[in-house]
């Protein structure tokens, strides 16, 4: 049985398998899709200056629940649930960030939570033939200035 630092060290060697793979099982674009990202912890915030097997990789990250040490995996999915496209970056990434690059062959309504809210992202998308549809920041006015939550 291989051990897990073995694992780690073969995983470049495996690169060009796994995306062989990835490439066989891939769903097409059917005109509606589905963008997110979730955190891959590596280890619990308090061994952090520890870690060793993703030293100088995996990076500090915060998301709604928190912090977290490790990635971000970005996924984007087709109405089906095949997985169009996917990018695994360190932990402290913009969501907004690998969006361009993980929609190359896509086409049609792209649909993603707050973390993708930007007006200039949306227009470079649309230039893509790409519609971003995001949820609303809700506004609370007060009379000096306008508040987003």
């Known amino acids: 049985m ?36 979730t955190p891959i912890a590596v280890c619990d915030n308090l061994r952090i200056r520890r870690h060793k097997v993703f030293d100088g990789i995996a990076e500090r990250g915060k998301t709604s629940t928190g912090w977290f040490f490790g990635f971000k995996l970005h996924v984007i999915i087709n109405h089906l649930g095949e997985i169009l496209s996917f990018r695994l970056t360190p932990g402290n990434t913009d969501d907004r960030k690998p969006l361009p690059e993980l929609i190359k062959d896509l086409s049609g309504c792209l649909y993603a939570d707050k973390g993708y809210l930007s007006a200039s992202l949306k227009q470079q998308l649309k230039t893509m033939g790409i519609n971003l549809i995001t949820n609303i920041k809700h506004e609370f006015r007060t009379n000096k200035k306008t508040l987003y939550f």
């Not at 690169?15 to 997110?36: H, M, N, P, Q, R």
């Open 2 to 37: 291989p051990s897990y630092s073995r694992c780690v060290e073969s995983l470049p060697r495996s690169a060009l398998a796994l995306t062989a793979l990835f490439e066989s099982i891939k769903g097409k674009c059917t005109g509606l899709s589905v963008a997110d990202s």
